[in-house]
């Protein structure tokens, strides 16, 4: 049980990262001068 | 071409993050409601995100396969943005895969890898797909939108053989065939369907950056084109 949630919560982190950092470069691509 | 992408877009990718979001948690519920498999106990249940992550990570790899044929006969930069997109998406299915399989294998081959055909294929594929992002940052305008198609073109060949693994090599652990019980096959196709929305929500917004950027480019060639004439005229 415990790999398995270890294995969704990790993979979980994961795309919040990505995401998160998608974001955060859009952001900044939509911003520049 | 305005900076960001057009209206339209926009309120279609809220819908389809909406839904991605929504088919995600119904994802997770079936996989907490499902029956606990036999022999392998719950540890089993990493293959409704496992298996589902694997396969978009094929379809998407293909997609930057079909985008970097149609770039280098068309030239037009959208499918090089389609390409590009649809690759980083892809690794990062990749990435969950590398990271979900090892968690496995520990429990059912009792080790956290092995050299078996499926898994050294995979992690060619990994490697060769994480290297086009590395190439791709590292290249200049000119030449970077060819050699991106070229190399999305070319490492689709290891696809098949990922795919084909099992049956090409002797001694793999990943089942030829696998049968399931019919509700646990249902969540393995309703969890396919879910990470595929996903790879859709994903590959729009990656896909509004690569738009951004040739926005910008195009906005700072005019500003190079017009400089000069701005200073006759003064």
């Known amino acids: ?33 | 071409m305005t900076r960001d992408v057009p209206l339209w877009w926009r309120n279609g990718a809220r819908w389809i993050w909406l839904l991605a979001a929504a088919l995600v948690l119904a994802s997770f519920w079936m996989v907490s409601r499902v029956p606990v498999e036999r022999i392998m106990g719950p540890v089993q249940k990493i293959v409704y995100i496992h298996v589902p992550s694997a396969i978009v990570t094929l379809l998407a790899f293909g997609i930057t396969f079909a985008a970097g044929i149609a770039y280098l006969a068309t030239k037009q930069w959208i499918w090089d943005a389609i390409g590009a997109a649809s690759c980083e998406v892809g690794l990062v299915f990749a990435t969950v895969v590398m990271i979900t399989g090892p968690l496995w294998a520990r429990s059912a081959w009792n080790t956290w890898w092995t050299w078996e055909p499926r898994l050294t294929t995979f992690l060619i594929l990994w490697i060769l797909y994480a290297g086009y992002q590395v190439i791709r940052s590292s290249l200049k305008s000119g030449s970077k939108r060819t050699i991106s198609a070229i190399m999305g073109v070319v490492f689709f060949a290891n696809l098949p053989i990922v795919w084909k693994s099992v049956e090409w090599w002797r001694g793999s652990l990943h089942p030829r065939n696998v049968t399931m019980a019919p509700d646990m096959r249902q969540v393995l196709i309703f969890g396919m369907l879910a990470w595929f929305v996903v790879y859709l929500a994903a590959f729009e917004r990656r896909l509004r950056l690569e738009w951004a950027r040739e926005a910008y480019s195009r906005e700072a060639r005019d500003v190079a084109d017009s400089a000069p004439l701005e200073a006759r005229i003064r």
């Open chain 1, 1 to 33: 049980m415990t790999y398995a949630i270890i294995a969704y919560v990790l993979s979980i982190l994961l795309w919040l990262v990505y995401l998160l950092a998608l974001g955060r470069r859009l952001k900044s691509a939509l911003d520049r001068r």
